[in-house]
């Protein structure tokens, strides 16, 4: 194709093989045939001024006229001369004489454009050609994907699984017509991976490994794919929950432990919606699509309050609390009480529930036991979350 692979390609150049071998690039790889006719003029002027044949001399001449027109399949390549009486510079230069036969009469300064064959090009410059073109390629497809990671910056996105190493566990997806890499440690839950799997994935971020900031690091842009991300969570309830698309419902906070447990707030503008069961669905079935996409997390939903006491009771769910006191407001610092029979429901595997609540609110939770007496293994989860 457009690699210029074989010699027979160029001597073709002017035939409806080239336009079509333009359309066919545009189609796959989403590079505009403007864009390669460009680089292909590119790759021809630089063959002719660093063409070292007898024909384009040392310095070669680069000073060309291109006529494209892709519907009527034409390629020409002129060089543009200047007409004098005695030639010094072949490379700039045509002598009058050798244009009494012409059909246009010339003059001394006028200038006389010259057809260049295909052939001639690819005595003068294939490598240089071949290599330029092939850098267009390249730059079109890192243009084409940096556009795609950009429109989709933020956004929730459905990939689909190309290849998974199965080794590293790393899974090759692709995005429109970009490709990405999802490492295993985004990967959560208790879903494997495999070829030909629709995932749902959030663009968090760009890399621009083009960038000179980057000297160490070149091969074009890189989406940073995230499934980890709380974001990812308030995207999938955004396209789940027509409530909160509309803004009836609202998220205001999410803490996750990605693949093991997520709690959410919510809150409801208005009075005749209810918040919690908006976001649940009719027996579950709203919550229970994004629990399956995330591969069995839980999801703890609670409604939000603008009082801290009512607040931090709920996000301690599904553990019952019997009281909370602010012991510093500005601090942020609280004390729970609970029933010893709820203490270790409270607490969480590892204090995993009781750390999530703190994140949540952004308060920090004491939690104690209604009789005072901790176990063991429940004294040192509370101190950890303190």
């Known amino acids: 194709m457009i690699l210029i692979k074989r010699k027979e390609w160029l001597e073709k150049m002017n035939n409806k093989e080239l336009?079509?071998?333009?359309?066919?690039?545009?189609?796959?790889?989403?590079?505009?045939?403007?864009?390669?006719?460009?680089?292909?003029?590119?790759?021809?002027?630089?063959?002719?001024?660093?063409?070292?044949?007898?024909?384009?001399?040392?310095?070669?001449?680069?000073?060309?006229?291109?006529?494209?027109?892709?519907?009527?399949?034409?390629?020409?390549?002129?060089?543009?001369?200047?007409?004098?009486?005695?030639?010094?510079?072949?490379?700039?230069e045509i002598a009058l004489e050798s244009l009494k036969n012409k059909k246009k009469k010339y003059a001394v300064g006028d200038e006389y454009l010259e057809k260049l064959e295909p052939k001639s090009l690819f005595r003068i410059g294939i490598n240089a050609a071949r290599g330029i073109i092939r850098q267009g390629i390249r730059t079109g497809e890192k243009d084409q994907m940096l556009q795609e990671f950009k429109s989709r910056l933020g956004e929730l996105v459905t990939a689909t699984v190309e290849r998974v190493d199965p080794q590293s566990g790393v899974a090759i997806i692709k995005i429109g017509k970009a490709v990405a890499t999802l490492p295993k440690s985004e990967q959560v839950g208790e879903r494997v991976l495999r070829e030909g799997d629709k995932i749902k994935v959030l663009v968090a971020g760009i890399r621009d490994l083009d960038n000179p900031e980057n000297e160490q690091r070149r091969g074009g842009p890189k989406a940073m794919i995230s499934r980890t991300s709380p974001e990812l969570v308030k995207r999938l309830f955004e396209q789940e929950v027509p409530e909160i698309y509309d803004g009836t419902v609202e998220i205001k906070a999410i803490a996750r432990e990605a693949g093991k447990r997520t709690k959410m707030a919510v809150f409801s503008n208005d009075e005749n919606i209810d918040a919690i069961g908006s976001c649940i669905g009719t027996r579950g079935d709203r919550v229970n699509e994004i629990v399956d996409e995330l591969g069995n997390e839980k999801i703890d939903i609670i409604e939000y309050s603008e009082d801290p006491v009512e607040y931090i009771a709920a996000a301690l769910s599904p553990a019952k609390v019997i009281k909370v006191d602010i012991l510093d407001e500005s601090g942020k610092k609280c004390k729970v009480t609970v029933p010893d029979g709820q203490l270790s429901l409270a607490?969480?595997?590892?204090?995993?529930?009781?750390?999530?609540?703190?994140?949540?609110?952004?308060?920090?939770?004491?939690?104690?036991?209604?009789?005072?007496?901790?176990?063991?293994?429940?004294?040192?989860?509370?101190?950890?979350?303190?």
């Open 19 to 92: 336009f079509e071998a333009l359309a066919l690039l545009e189609k796959e790889k989403g590079i505009p045939m403007d864009y390669m006719i460009e680089q292909i003029e590119k790759a021809i002027k630089t063959a002719c001024k660093n063409s070292k044949s007898k024909a384009y001399g040392e310095d070669g001449n680069d000073n060309l006229i291109f006529n494209v027109d892709p519907e009527k399949k034409t390629f020409d390549v002129k060089r543009v001369l200047t007409v004098v009486e005695e030639v010094e510079n072949p490379e700039f």
């Open 347 to 386: 607490i969480g595997n590892g204090g995993q529930n009781v750390r999530l609540a703190a994140h949540l609110t952004g308060w920090k939770i004491d939690i104690r036991p209604e009789s005072g007496f901790y176990g063991e293994e429940e004294e040192e989860s509370a101190e950890e979350t303190e």
